[in-house]
């Protein structure tokens, strides 16, 4: 699934071809989006900003309307210029967005829908997102508030399990709650009551500074943690289930985590278990 880096570079790219250009054609797989655009069209409107919050990608178009999409598992947005050959077939497209110069595809996005000001804070997710950890105002306090918050009010919670949740700090997914964890020598299995105060501004800090660095414009590639500029040695943990650990040599373990049971990776060694609570 694309985290919160992946999200806001595909709104820093679309925003290069499309933002501030008018919509002269509109094409979509969907019929929802098609009704909308029936009745109100999408063309001849203005693309007046295009952002990041958490995993979800806002397109805000001129008469307030807003394409909201969400990639899950295997949506993307791709740009071509005008006339160039797609790199996926058209049965996998499910909007375009053309202004001149250029196409803005999204292909196998599995959540497209249209809104208004008021439609959109009226959604069900992302009024309720956690701060952004990718947005200007970010802090590192803004994330031990938020995970101290939760941790009060859900003292059983395990970290790994907190750190996926959107509605306390968005954009990190599935990579993150593995690698953050790992730098700051915290069990991904720890309740949230046995944490620290230090530890969860390591976290804080950590979560911001790894998807910033894998943002940034000169962030290429597959996404890395490590300061290595091997590509084999690009993970601390996460996706290595019984290699060496890269700083003791212990085997990295791998267990299913949460109701959605995805893969948690850590190292037994550099993160030890604790059942002990905080005073």
């Known amino acids: 699934m694309p985290e919160g880096d992946t999200i806001h570079r595909a709104a820093r790219t679309l925003r ?23 009745g109100t069209p999408v063309t001849g409107r203005t ?30 947005w791709h740009i071509y210029r005008s006339g160039e050959t797609w790199w996926m077939p058209r049965a996998k497209m499910r909007a375009v967005l053309e202004v001149k110069g250029f196409q803005a595809v999204a292909f196998n996005v599995p959540i497209a829908e249209f809104h208004s000001a008021r439609s959109l804070a ?27 918050k939760h941790g009060q009010q859900y003292p059983r919670d395990e970290i790994g ?8 700090m968005a954009g990190l997914g599935n990579v993150y709650k593995s690698e953050v964890p790992f730098a700051a020598g915290v069990n ?3 309740l949230m009551s046995t944490l620290t105060g230090k530890e969860m501004e390591t976290m804080a800090e950590v979560s911001q500074r790894y998807m910033q660095a894998n943002v940034s414009a000169s962030a290429e590639g597959k996404r890395r943690t490590t300061n290595s500029m091997d590509r084999e040695e690009r993970l601390w943990v996460y996706g290595r289930r019984g290699e060496e650990c890269r700083r003791c040599g212990t085997a990295i373990l791998m267990r299913k985590q949460g109701e959605q049971a995805r893969s948690t990776y850590w190292c037994p060694t550099c993160q030890p278990w604790s059942e002990a609570p905080t005073r």
Do not use: C, Y
Request: charged residues 20%.
């Open 16 to 38: 290069k071809a499309l933002e501030g250009k008018t919509i002269t054609a509109f094409e979509t797989g969907l019929a929802h989006l098609a009704r909308v655009h029936d």
């Open 47 to 76: 693309v007046d900003a295009i952002e990041a919050r958490g995993k979800w990608l806002l397109i805000h178009l001129s008469g307030d309307l807003i394409l909201v999409t969400h990639m899950l598992m295997s949506g993307s």
């Open 122 to 148: 009226r959604h069900p997710q992302i009024p309720a997102l956690g701060p952004d950890v990718l947005s200007e105002g970010f802090t590192t306090q803004h994330g031990v508030d938020a995970l101290r």
């Open 161 to 168: 399990v907190v750190l996926l949740n959107q509605r306390v």
């Open 188 to 190: 991904p299995f720890r």
